[in-house]
């Protein structure tokens, strides 16, 4: 296609590009991975440094810091301690999160699902005992309130529904194809999956998102996937961005 274009004099297809004299790293699902957060974090900062040059440092985590592995308290420390020096961080809500959130506002109808799908292992970072709020869930959100510090809380309650940086559009899992972005809905962007990841259309901005698990980066023409399972795979990756170039960063425990 690249040929036929040129054979016939269109103008070149294109390519997204974030803002010059900026350099963006997008973080994928981190879902209770601290052992994997940790290094990567300390890679960012390495490659930031080596690639050199006046950029600043931008770091979007994607959403899905918690629960599923076994250390979101020390994941949401990290991300609170604000990363590497002179980084400006963007902190992205996923649906993990939206679901402590509504538990900690007080709605325990959801409180098994949460615990089934990982809760329970955030839970036992923060040093609670989730085997009786299964049957019990009324207390959960009092017990939540006084076992999580309150500088953790500030960051939940802060998280981002969507990052716009030049051509790229950063969000938790996609968003709903053919609605404009500044109408699109908090649930969809952090809960869609097959009409978003099947859809061939233009949104735009190139879609960076997570929350569907893919073996490695997924480049699409309108969206790029980054979320590689660092909770059962044991990788978690970074996307880096930087003029019209991109590049990957991966912490790696596999367990195969």
Do not use: C
């Amino acid at each position: 296609m690249g040929r036929l274009r040129q054979l016939i004099g269109w103008p070149p297809a294109r390519r997204a590009a974030v803002p010059a004299g900026m350099r963006v790293y997008a973080v994928g699902d981190v879902h209770g991975r601290a052992d994997l957060l940790e290094p990567l974090l300390g890679w960012i900062a390495e490659d930031h440094a080596r690639r050199g040059g006046e950029a600043a440092l931008q770091i979007v985590f994607l959403g899905d810091l918690i629960d599923r592995g076994p250390a979101s308290a020390k994941v949401i420390d990290l991300v609170a301690n604000a990363g590497p020096a002179g980084a400006q961080q963007h902190v992205l809500s996923g649906n993990h999160e939206e679901m402590l959130l509504a538990i900690l506002a007080g709605e325990t109808e959801g409180v098994a699902s949460w615990l089934d799908h990982g809760g329970a292992e955030t839970l036992e970072s923060y040093g609670v005992d989730p085997a009786r709020f299964w049957a019990d869930p009324e207390g959960l959100p009092r017990v939540m309130r006084a076992a999580i510090p309150s500088r953790h809380l500030a960051l939940l309650r802060a998280m981002l529904d969507q990052v716009r940086i030049g051509d790229y559009l950063f969000v938790h899992a996609g968003i709903r194809p053919g609605v404009p972005i500044e109408d699109q809905a908090a649930r969809d962007l952090r809960w869609i999956r097959k009409d978003f990841l099947t859809s061939t259309a233009d949104h735009g901005p190139v879609v960076v998102h997570g929350h569907t698990i893919v073996p490695k980066v997924d480049h699409r023409h309108n969206r790029i996937a980054i979320d590689t399972g660092a909770y059962r795979t044991g990788r978690l990756t970074a996307l880096g961005l930087e003029g019209q170039a991109r590049w990957t960063l991966t912490s790696r425990l596999d367990q195969a």
